[in-house]
Every structure is written in structure tokens, then in C-alpha cells.
């Protein structure tokens, strides 16, 4: 049975809340002079480990995986969360394809934050035991090893698995029949498919391409999309000018930066109601897309202090906070 | 055995008011402080300086068990079936049975809804520990459904007994 009641997460989630960063400690961290500034206040903020020398990755890296570790360990249905994971076993598909391929090991590269097992995927898909696989990377992986081997085609490939995770995601949102689930996924699927298209434009794919590219979504015209994919950029955007996503043409005709910074920030704003909700899976998942939120923008932070870039460039693309 | 029953047709009825006052209102508590436990519980994971705010919004559903067993307790006193049994008519049963309503119904929803209430404003107490005062008064308004209906049983009870 499914679980309804997130009572005790919730209450858990609203401590934790009380510790994420806000848009003022974003803005003292861009103030600080350097990395290991920012690195001490964040550590004052409890991140990372105590020893001294913790890396940049080393720090995001642990405070994702105690984001992880918390959500499994206050809600008991963890399926009820595989739409966030279950991206990354798409990924860990692409690595172990191209891996098994290349004959590299693939130390590092997958994601450990997955649904289904990254060592169990890597060994099924060498020794081509597809039937250890669950059911939504079986025919992907199947398909894109062998388009992979047949044709060398990286990009076809990355195409297959793309396609299949953007049909999970949502798949998984219209099961959930928890609204904000259902909008997240939707949205994501959308952006991808937005993101594809004016990518596609830009580089002059086919329709076919685009064809096997793209995956349905509620609000968007995949036919109509192919279409303006195929004349061009602007048509893309004068096309999303007829949709719910109108409001993200400005964006989009900045950069593709400024349109992913465009849908973090949207996803945020149909998150903040979960603040007063007291008993749904809601304000865990916006807790958790909210902790990836500040790592992306910690991360961001960072490298622009090691990179010394203007912080200005920076400003533009930090994404508003969820508290 | 139907003998049995229609001689003592009212003293079952009023047993039977009683047994409602105190399981429905202790069920509708039960649920309500239950619900308050969890998420207090999921808030003293997180921070245990916090465990004297919790305790009381917790507590707070528990009263409508409370009311059912007090209505229980003045029709048991009242038939007798404390003490020396008293002759009871079946009207009279009934019209105890039907005291015992209000404080029965009345305090399983308000205990439900009053532990919905209590967990949200746990986590208002667990955000802004500094408006405890201002969170408690808002299950707290729950009560006043339950304390109507506690009255208007007790009021019923002792007409009752007048006439």
C-alpha cells in the first residue's frame, strides 16, 4: 500500500528548512574573497565533514548524499521519490553503454544516487543479461548498445536513453496523482524537449532526428515543435509564444542558460506553497529539490571564486531560493 | 434473555450512552494525540531542546477523551450503576443515551481535527519557535466544538436527573 501520511518527514523538513541558505547567504558568499572563505561559511553552516582539507566536490558530494540519506530515512514509500533518482540511472545507462564500449571502467562517472543499483546495471549491460534490468532501462539500454555498436553514433545513442528517461519522468508523474509531482515532471519533460528543439534547430537536425528525440508531453505540440525545430530558432520561440511557456521566450532568446535558470526558478515558485503544507510528500520533494537547488548554486559560487570570475556573470545565473 | 432486556431496557440504554461517550471521544483523541506524536517526533529527531513546546500540542487533542469519560462517568452515577442500582425507565434510558451524543460525535471529529491542527502548528513552532504562543491558540479554537458539546451533555444529563 502507499504511503499517504508524511506527517513525521514533514515536521522533520520543517526543521530543516530553518538551515537552508537564503538569497542574503548567497549574496555573503559572493562577497567572500575566495574559495576557502566560502568554504569556511559553509562549513559554519554545518556542510561537509570536520577535517581541513575536504575538496570542493568531496563537500557537495557528502551534503547530496545526506540529502539522500535523510529522505530515505524519514519516508518509508522510497518509491514515492524515484522521479528525482530515476534520471540518474538513466545516466549511469549512458556510461555503462559507452563504457562497455570503449573498454573503460567506469570509476567515478556513475551517479550513486540511483534507483536501481549502478554496479548491478554496469554488469548487466557487459554481459548483456538485460533481464537483470528493471523494466524501464531494459529496451533503451538493448537498443542503444546495439545502435551504439552497429554505428558508432554516441550521440544516437545518448538520444535512445534520453528519450526513454524523459517517458519514465512522465510516466511517473501521471501515477504519483500528487500535484506538485505531476508539475515537476511535466516540466521537466517540457524543458528537455524545449531545450532539444532549439539545440536541434540550431545545429540543423532533421525532423526524424527530432522525431526520435523529443517525448510527449501534456503541454506541449510535439508535431508543432518538430516543425518550428526544423525552420529555425526564432520559429521555436514563436511557437512557445502559444503555450503555457511564454513567459519563458525572454529567457530563451538570452540563452539556454538563462532558460534552465528560468525553469529552476519556476519550479521553485510552484514549490513554495509546500512551506504550509503539513502532511503530503509535497515539502519533502520540494525540500529535496530544494537542498540540489542551493548545492547547484553553492557549486556555481565556488568554481567562480577558484576561477576568479566576475561576480556579476554569476549573479545572472544563481537561482532564487526556496526560503 | 428478552425478558431480561425489556426490564432493564433503559439501564442498557444508558450503559450503552456511556460506552458511546467514551469510545468515540477516546477514539477521536487517540487519533488526534497520535497524529500530533508522529510529527512531535519527527521534530525532537531533529532538535530535543524541543520537547516541552511539542509535549503540549500534542496534549492538547487528548481533552475530548477526557469529556467522554466525565459524561460517561455522571450517566453511570446517575443509574446507579456506580453504587445502588436504580430503577431506570426505557425513556429515561434513551434520554440518556441521547445526552451522551453530543460529547460522543462532537469529540471524535474535534479530537481529529485538533490533532491535524496541532501537527501543523508544530511545524510553525519548529520553524519560528518565537510564535508558540500565537500557534497554540489556533488548534486551541478546535476545543471550543468539543467543550460546546461537553456542555450540552452534562446539561442534559443533570435535566434528566430533574425531571
Known amino acids: 500500500m502507499r504511503q499517504t501520511d508524511f506527517t513525521y518527514a514533514v515536521a522533520r523538513v520543517r526543521y530543516k528548512e530553518t538551515k537552508l541558505l537564503t538569497d542574503n547567504d548567497l549574496d555573503t558568499m559572493l562577497r567572500c574573497h575566495d574559495a576557502d572563505a566560502v568554504l569556511r561559511f559553509l562549513k559554519d553552516r554545518g556542510w561537509g565533514d570536520s577535517s581541513e582539507d575536504e575538496t570542493v566536490d568531496e563537500l557537495l558530494d557528502k551534503e547530496l548524499e545526506r540529502t539522500w540519506e535523510f529522505a530515505f530515512e524519514s519516508v518509508d514509500d522510497h518509491e514515492a521519490l524515484n522521479f528525482l533518482l530515476i534520471p540518474n540511472d538513466f545516466h549511469n545507462a549512458k556510461v555503462a553503454v559507452k563504457c562497455i564500449t570503449r573498454d573503460i571502467e567506469p ?47 554516441g550521440q544516437l545513442c ?42 536541434s534547430a540550431k545545429t540543423g537536425k532533421s525532423a526524424d532526428f527530432l522525431r526520435r528525440a523529443l517525448a510527449p508531453c501534456d503541454t506541449l505540440n510535439i508535431d508543432k515543435l518538430i516543425t518550428a525545430a526544423t525552420a529555425g530558432v526564432d520559429e521555436v520561440i514563436d511557437y512557445l509564444r502559444e503555450t503555457v511557456y511564454r513567459t519563458a521566450t525572454d529567457a530563451l532568446s538570452v540563452s539556454l542558460s538563462a532558460f534552465e535558470k528560468w525553469c529552476d526558478d519556476t519550479i521553485t515558485d510552484a514549490l513554495r506553497p509546500q512551506k504550509w503544507e503539513p502532511f503530503s510528500i509535497g515539502p519533502i520533494v520540494a525540500y529535496i529539490l530544494a537542498r540540489e537547488n542551493e548545492l547547484k548554486a553553492a557549486r556555481m559560487i565556488l568554481l567562480s571564486k577558484l576561477n576568479a570570475l566576475d561576480d556579476d556573470i554569476i549573479k545572472e545565473r544563481l537561482r532564487s531560493m526556496y526560503v | 434473555m428478552s425478558d431480561f432486556l425489556a426490564n432493564n431496557a433503559g439501564l442498557f440504554f444508558a450503559l450503552l450512552g456511556a460506552a458511546f461517550a467514551t469510545f468515540l471521544a477516546g477514539i477521536g483523541s487517540a487519533i488526534g494525540v497520535g497524529k500530533a506524536g508522529v510529527a512531535a517526533a519527527g521534530v525532537l529527531s531533529e532538535d530535543p531542546s524541543k520537547f516541552g513546546k511539542v509535549l503540549i500540542f500534542q496534549l492538547l487533542p487528548a481533552t475530548q477523551g477526557i469529556y467522554g469519560l466525565l459524561v460517561a462517568f455522571l450517566i453511570l452515577s446517575n443509574t446507579g450503576l456506580i453504587g445502588q442500582v436504580k430503577e431506570v425507565s426505557t425513556l429515561t434510558g434513551l434520554l440518556y443515551f441521547a445526552a451522551a451524543l453530543p460529547i460522543a460525535f462532537s469529540g471524535l471529529f474535534s479530537a481529529i481535527h485538533q490533532g491535524n491542527c496541532a501537527v501543523a502548528a508544530i511545524g510553525t513552532v519548529n520553524k519560528k519557535p518565537d510564535q508558540m504562543g500565537k500557534a497554540l491558540i489556533l488548534p486551541a479554537m478546535v476545543e471550543t466544538y468539543a467543550i460546546l458539546a461537553l456542555l450540552i451533555s452534562i446539561l442534559a444529563i443533570f435535566g434528566i436527573n430533574a425531571m
Open chain 1, 107 to 153: 570509476e567515478g562517472i556513475m551517479l550513486r544516487q540511483a534507483v536501481f543499483a549502478p554496479d548491478t546495471l554496469y554488469e548487466s549491460v557487459r554481459l548483456h543479461d538485460y533481464d537483470r534490468l528493471p523494466d524501464y532501462l531494459r529496451g533503451c539500454v538493448r537498443e542503444a548498445l546495439h545502435t551504439l555498436l552497429q554505428t558508432s553514433d
Open chain 1, 158 to 199: 545518448d538520444v535512445i536513453i534520453d528519450r526513454a528517461c524523459l517517458m519514465t519522468v512522465y510516466q511517473l508523474g501521471r501515477e504519483s496523482g500528487v500535484d506538485i509531482i505531476e508539475r515537476y515532471c511535466e516540466l521537466y519533460v517540457a524543458s528537455s524537449d524545449i531545450k532539444i528543439a532549439v539545440r
